[in-house]
């Protein structure tokens, strides 16, 4: 690259297409698991266990999809939709009155209180399981949603605080002082006017917390043990380890299948996901 | 401060009890609790438990397997965090050149990091397949190997494919941290070094990477502590085999509890890891604040 870096319009034209050639690679080297991912998944198991492996299905099959969309796999699906969706609802409630009174007040500790949060995310995983198993055991929400929804909620809800904070501290709090003035309670004021102008920041947290919690995977295999509650990913590794070992096609369209719900909710909100990701890092 | 939020401390406390509550619950307690359960004989499968000092420590301390897997561990995480780095921002570099079509290829780079690691597990044991797999017949096409490679009987080989659905998935996290790093840089500052007729890498090392170089390590620092909880692929892929060659601490430690159900042995495992990430977070704290103090000047 440096080499070509200034000179004639032949040399910047050279570069150009250079450039172009470098992005085409990567892009080709990124994306290919993804496309395999999928072509394997169309495939028959006839055209699966070839060599050399063909580059695309010259027998098209839904095959896979058929087990991909069976019972055992709609239910894990289902039941990974009601955990994502309660972990997003509690952890970005919990989280936002947190940010909103972080944000505006300004007490002693504050700063110490928001590193201790960020730390909470260092804390080994299998560690706090042994102490979740014991607590949701005795207390007989073991094999529950409602264990799976609290955890993810918990492990989750440092970074909406954090990604939260951000955006209050970006909203100018006049509007509310004047609410305040005309005597509207702090929750009025938090629901009828902070909420509702940060709805952005708000879909942000929610997005990070249903893709954490829709990905997770220990909790789900750890805390279950019947079908009618196991995640799907955990559902997946069982299957994948058991009965579904060399069923590669079916097991691609598995994949397929726990793919597109995070991969659709990134094209339509992608920068919400970006928010998320760079929060914890660019700023703190 | 807000006037309100200080004339009505009671509701203003209110704010921060859910999420007290929860992290109380939910992070604090099974924290100080598992670092209690080290010091006992606990299992689910038994009723009562003992004190059993520091047996647990001893045992593990002695234990081959314990330091065969902090290595792994170790060589797994840093190697994974390292490659994807590298390439992250070398990926950040080529964006930032202000190509047209950057945006759709940021969105497609992407996707990697939206995939569940679950489908990565599945789709790895697939690309890595001995007989069959297509990672296998490329490097044979390409002469790397003379004959397909059994990558999941060899640690060695093992631990790559590990290492490399690390790296793929982390690559998009590094490359939008560093482009957001870089697209910081004044661009005035680049143009006066250029008419200055410093060349394109001597205005990298003087004038960028000097700028985005905490942003790079502490994106990495945190990839890293995040790698050190992740299960899946070891677990599904691997199995944490052969031979502990791909059994991350934290499959040690889940295996320990959840297969053994000895919940002393890996109280004490998740407490010197814990005690491992207070050096770390100790590192990072010491780094944010030197970024602080060097913004502030």
Known sequence: ?284 | MNAFLRAHPWATLSLFVPTIMLGLVMLVLPFLNGVLLAFTDASPKSRGFAWVGLENFAYIFEDRNFWEVARNSLTIIASSTLIAMLLGLALALLLNEGLRGTRLFRTLIFQGWVVPWIAIAVLWGWLFNFDYGIVNHVLVLAGVFDRSANWLADGALAKIVIISGFVWRIIPFMMITILAALQGVSTELIEAAKIDGATYRQRLRHIVFPLIRNVIVVAALLQAVRLFQEITLPLVVTAGGPINATTTLSLYTYKLAFQQWDFGLAGAVGAVWSGALVVAAGLYAWMVDRRARRADR
């Open chain 1, 1 to 284: 690259m440096s080499a070509i870096a200034i000179g004639s319009p032949m040399s910047r034209a050279l570069r150009g297409a250079g450039l172009y050639a470098l992005v085409l690679l990567s892009l080709c080297v990124m994306l290919f698991p993804i496309g395999w991912m999928i072509v394997t998944s169309f495939k028959l198991p006839d055209e699966i266990f070839v060599r050399p492996p063909t580059i695309y299905p010259h027998a098209p099959t839904l095959q896979g999809y058929g087990v991909a969309f069976s019972g055992t796999i709609m239910m894990a699906l289902a039941n990974s939709l009601i955990i994502a969706a309660g972990a997003a609802a509690i952890a970005t409630t919990a989280g936002s009155l947190c940010a909103y009174g972080v944000s505006r007040s300004r007490f002693a500790g504050r700063t110490a209180f928001m590193t201790l949060l960020l730390a909470t995310l260092g804390l080994p995983i299998p560690l706090l399981m042994l102490t979740l198993y014991l607590m949701f055991s005795w207390s007989g929400i073991l094999n529950t949603h409602l264990c799976l929804i609290l955890s993810h909620a918990a492990i989750t809800l440092p970074v909406v605080v954090w990604m939260l904070k951000d955006f209050f501290d970006a909203l100018p709090p006049d509007v509310e002082e004047a609410a305040y003035i005309d005597g509207a309670s702090l929750y009025t004021c938090f629901w009828r006017i902070v909420v509702p102008m940060t709805t952005p920041g708000l879909a942000a947290a929610g997005i990070f917390v249903f893709v954490t919690s829709w990905n997770e995977f220990i909790f789900g295999l750890a805390f279950t043990t019947s079908s009618s509650v196991r995640p799907l990913p955990a559902m997946i590794s069982l299957l994948f380890l058991g009965e579904f070992q060399y069923r590669w096609g079916d097991a691609m369209a598995v994949a397929v299948v726990v793919t597109i719900p995070v991969m659709a909710l990134f094209v339509f909100f992608q920068r919400y996901f970006i928010q998320g990701i760079t929060a914890g890092a660019v700023k703190s």
